[in-house]
């Protein structure tokens, strides 16, 4: 959309709000009528009005032209800021380059993945300005189907109605143990998760990874013995390393952290994909922003290069 249909749209928001602009501007009603493209009798009636619901004279004639009463002048300002504002958030509305995103993500996707993203993204729409939530799986799902968020980067993807999402990257999930613990030395490198009769090191409920190992252990016919439920990926691995227990944890792409080895499960589906989410085409008032249009195609195009050496 070009400024003229932002102008176009922000005069039909925002009629009166023009009319004492132009007034001011022009301090000439026929000069002002033909700014706003109205007949000069029609101005004349709306400003008397707006004189009369307000209970008090905007406008006042000096000789052949008119001026704004010190009521007006005191509302003027006012009057030009909603007119910026109003325009702003058209542009927003209906602009691809000028748009506003909200994003809701993982902790984990905070630390590198989404400012590789967004500075990739920008470099290319440096217009496009962002709103940014970084919260668990679970809060940031209720948070993108409430209509409080436009688009998350997440994991694991849902599967449910109102929601359409696409992966970007899967990770596989790894029984993660201390170096020197028994199944440490298995033959080759994988094990059932029933074998791990040791208290488990898990995250917190709501977290995706917490699901997914919620999800494992139920298929494989047993409940963990929880030691600590830990906030975030790293928190966990790092337990684990000390010896507090074992946990279920994507695998780490720089090679498992010095004084843990990481197992391959043998229980099916022990994976995590991770990806992008937005409301389903119907939900949400049936409305997308160009911008966040713009922005999800990048990451559709983008994510998989990036996700890879950067998750985990």
Known sequence: MNDRDVDALTRTLAPRLRMIAAVARTEHI???????????????????????????????????????????????????????????????????????????????????????????????????RFTLTQEPWAESLRRLASGGADLALTSPLPSGPGLSSAVLHTQYLRLVVPEH???????????????????????????????????????????????????????????????????????????????TVELRIRDGQAERPVGVVWPREGSGGGYEPPAVALFRDYVRRVGPKVLPDLTG
């Open 181 to 259: 613990h028994p199944l440490a030395a298995s033959a080759d490198g994988a094990v059932a998760l029933s074998a791990a009769r040791d208290e488990f090191i898990l995250l917190k409920p709501g977290r995706g990874v917490r699901h997914l190992t919620d999800r494992l252990s139920d298929r494989a016919g047993f409940t963990p013995r929880v030691a600590f439920e830990a906030d975030d990926i790293a928190t966990a691995r790092g337990l684990v390393a000390a010896g507090l227990g074992v946990s279920v944890l994507p695998a780490r792409p720089r090679g498992p952290l010095s004084g």
């Open 30 to 128: 026929t000069h002002a009528a033909e700014e706003l493209d109205m007949p000069q009798p029609t101005l004349s009636r709306a400003l008397a009005r707006l004189q009369e619901e307000l209970g008090m004279a905007l406008v006042e004639r000096t000789g052949r032209g008119i001026r704004l009463t010190r009521a007006g002048r005191l509302l003027l300002p006012h009057v030009e800021r909603a007119l910026d504002d109003l325009r702003q958030g058209v542009a927003e509305l209906t602009g691809a380059e000028e748009g506003r995103v909200a994003l809701t993500f993982l902790p984990t996707l905070g630390v590198e993945v989404v400012p590789v993203l967004l500075r990739g993204f920008r470099a290319e729409h440096p217009g496009v």
